[in-house]
């Protein structure tokens, strides 16, 4: 079983880009000493600027003690060579590029550093451990362990075991995630795109489609899904609204709508998501340019609202029915 009270040890993260820095911040505010490396120069050094900002959005909505944040940067650290990275950590967050030679490279990379009891995790988001673990000396303590983008913000991850992981390595990396407070699900076995990225791509495939085919607007797509579907699934799954949605619960609500759902499912309007075609359809009518600016602007509003929600969903926590 996973034990949940983990104490905070030293990680590593491998690739400070998006997903990296941010794993940095989850374990920053859980009081680990994290190391940052990447290949790039500079890129470790600076991700470090973002960990403290994300400490200070924490902060300014209740979720970490503004004092204590000297203390964690103190403990956060960008060292100049991958083997002080990985020196005598009890956790590794590989977050290298999702390109399969580099994955590969960077896991020969980190196996040979890393002390041979420190369990390694990749982000990867849909390339499965098999694919560039098999060579490894130190195997058995590899896993995938796939978050959503930001994970300081959304605590989902996914724990995919190659077929020669070790189970206690994945019951320990389970411990370490709860005890830093994400939410880790296991993939029972090595599925392409284990289970969030299939889920995703399923409704892309009809959100580009129903756009592409002249059903709907995009801002109407958006609508549909952020105060209609969203505003549920930020609480409850889909098996759990379907069990509200009749008065038998799921079996109830199979019988009502099961037929239905099943011949929308069947047909798709479309395969292509994310086609040229497509794309050009929802850019048509999309009210701004796609500009790096914009990105970054509109990231920071997503984080604070993502912050706010964190600190929603943990004063209010899950049905316990
Ligand atoms: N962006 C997302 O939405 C998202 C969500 C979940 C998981 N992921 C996964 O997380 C991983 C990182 O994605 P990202 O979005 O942060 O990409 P990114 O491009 O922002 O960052 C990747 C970083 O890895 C560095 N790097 C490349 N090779 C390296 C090596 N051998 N050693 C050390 N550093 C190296 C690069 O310099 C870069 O800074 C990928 O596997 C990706 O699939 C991404």
Redesign the pocket.
Known sequence: MADETAAPGTVAI???????RSWATAFAAAGWQVRL????PG?AESALGKVAAGLADFAAHGLFDAQAIPDAMARASAPPS?AEALAGVDFVQE????VPE??R??AS?IDAAAPPEAIIC??????VASRFTEHLPHRARWLVG????P?HLVPIVELCPAPWTDPDAVDRAQAIYQSIGQVPVRVLKETDGFILNRLQAALLREAFALVADGVCSPDDLDKTIKDGLGLRWSFMGPFETGELNAPGGLPDYGKRYGETLKRLSARPLSNAAFGPEQVAAVMAQWPGAQTPERVAEKTGWRDRRLTALKAHKRAEPDSPL
Do not use: F, R, Y
């Not at 796939?146 to 983008?149: D, G």
């Open positions: 491998i690739g400070s880009g998006l997903i990296g490396w990447d290949a790039a890129v991958l977050s290298t590029s999702e580099v994955k490279q960077a990379a990749s982000s990867t988001s849909a390339i796939h978050p959503v983008n994970p």
